[in-house]
């Protein structure tokens, strides 16, 4: 394309300079032979133009949305009002059904979960605290259920953990091999063993009073002075049964974890669809110490282009992905609609797939995923980050060719609607 425009540039010049004359002639000057009509601009190649013609269109959309409106708006906000009733085929971008007073940017992308036990939505700093708060609600309708899930929620050493879960869980196996044994029945709470596994663990005291034990001052067997011990009541050494289940209950216990929320949200066509607006819960360093990077590798980036291997270039870009812990993806259909949905930047690519197929009026259809560089995305079981899928991508939706001719000659038409119509028609306008 270069070398074309000086090409049509070194004619332009040849042609405006006039007459030639021999070497050997004495030149002259006759103004009468130069053109009247001044040389014409070449034309631009179609790509030149269809872009300098979208730049114009972005331009006149841009100053007629900004007549009324504050100038220091910069995004192109797009208001889109019901048709006239024609037969004319228009197609127009649908009224975002969720919009809030003043209306919110949909470019923004936050990280919010799920709690197990309620269901509340939950933004990631207010993840412990909330899930802390659901646990102790639980914990007064089912105590067995909630103390366990202390011990493996709260305590942070997963070692600590294991060492005091098995220790408790001997003494309930001397208690249902022996239960009227009076020495297996009795904890001393200051016993060493106790202190260093036991006590330490959040939620440990009150899985031992949900069995069935009680805490009391007893004189120590041949001696005056009382301690503070643990005894297990007459009524739950009856019931083996229950201890025994309370026992497999603690010994296969797991730590409960908030669900990352996928934000599921469809959105109508848009020029807008590969703006990312990312908030800083996407990050595992802080906004600044990523900033603070960027602008350190921005400088070294001309000094050292010549040095450096492409090994080196792809070693130093895979470890400022994993900066990210989450990633945003937006997977467009081939009638322009986009489909966005939050995932661990560590998760495999078949959760994607899973994603997308929730959501598909066909579902059963196999389908192809494209990168943003147009590489159909096969391995499933590859992450987000070995694909460079984060922290945001805009993917593309394409049918299986094969099956989708297969299916169109069976039904008799083309297969034109690729999300639920449900979805369709409550999508958003990108702004």
């Known amino acids: 394309m270069k070398k074309l425009f000086q090409g049509v540039k070194t004619d332009m010049k040849f042609k405006a300079a006039g007459p030639g004359h021999r070497l050997n002639e004495q030149r002259r000057d006759n103004p009468e032979v130069v053109s009247k009509e001044q040389p014409r601009s070449p034309k631009p190649p179609p790509e030149e133009a269809q872009i300098a013609a979208a730049s114009a269109a972005m331009t006149r959309l841009q100053s007629m949305q900004e007549k009324g409106k504050s100038q220091s708006k910069n995004a192109i906000q797009i208001h889109v009002t019901k048709p006239p009733e024609s037969h004319q085929e228009v197609n127009i971008i649908p009224e975002c059904k969720n919009m809030s007073a003043p209306e919110k940017e949909t470019t923004v992308c936050n990280v919010l979960f799920r709690c197990p036990i309620t269901g509340e939505i939950l933004r990631k700093e207010e993840k412990e605290s909330q899930m802390r708060k659901s ?8 105590p067995i259920t909630a103390s366990i899930m202390k011990i493996y929620t709260l305590n942070k050493d997963q070692t600590k953990v294991k060492v005091g879960v098995e220790t408790i869980t001997k003494y309930l196996d001397n208690i249902i091999a022996s239960p009227n044994e009076e020495r297996y029945r009795t904890i001393r709470f200051s016993n060493k063993v106790f202190q260093e596994r ?3 663990l959040e939620g440990s005291l009150e899985f031992f ?3 069935g034990f009680e805490k009391m001052m007893l004189a120590l067997p041949g001696q005056d002075v009382q301690d503070e011990l643990f005894v297990l009541s007459n009524e739950a050494v009856k019931s083996v ?3 025994q289940r309370y026992r497999d209950s ?3 216990g797991q730590p409960i974890q908030a669900t990352l929320e996928r934000q599921p949200r469809i959105f109508a066509p848009s020029l807008q669809a590969t703006q990312f607006s990312l908030t800083d819960d996407f990050y595992n360093l802080t906004v600044e110490e990523i900033k603070q990077e960027h602008e350190l590798r921005k400088g070294k980036l001309e000094r050292e ?3 450096r291997t492409k090994a080196m270039r792809e070693r130093e870009e895979k470890m400022i992905i994993k900066k990210y812990k989450y990633t945003v993806l937006r997977v467009r259909f081939p009638d322009g609609y986009l489909l966005q949905g939050t995932f661990y930047a560590q998760e495999r690519l078949s959760s994607l797939f899973d994603f997308v197929c929730q959501h598909l009026q066909k579902n059963w259809l196999p389908y192809n995923l494209l990168g943003p560089r147009g590489q159909k ?9 070995d694909y460079d899928l984060v922290p945001s991508a805009l993917l593309t939706f ?8 297969d299916v169109e000659a069976a039904e008799g038409h083309k297969a034109e609607n690729f999300l639920k119509q449900e979805l369709v028609s409550s999508a958003e306008a990108l702004h």
């Open 241 to 243: 049964n229950n201890l």
């Open 377 to 385: 995305l096969e391995n499933k079981q590859v992450t987000f980050y």
């Open 305 to 307: 282009s010549l040095l």
């Open 198 to 200: 036991i006590n330490i």
């Open 398 to 405: 394409s049918w299986d060719p094969e099956v989708l001719a």
């Open 209 to 211: 009073d949900a069995v």
């Open 135 to 142: 646990i102790e609600l639980l914990s007064h309708t089912d």
């Open 250 to 252: 603690l010994l296969n």
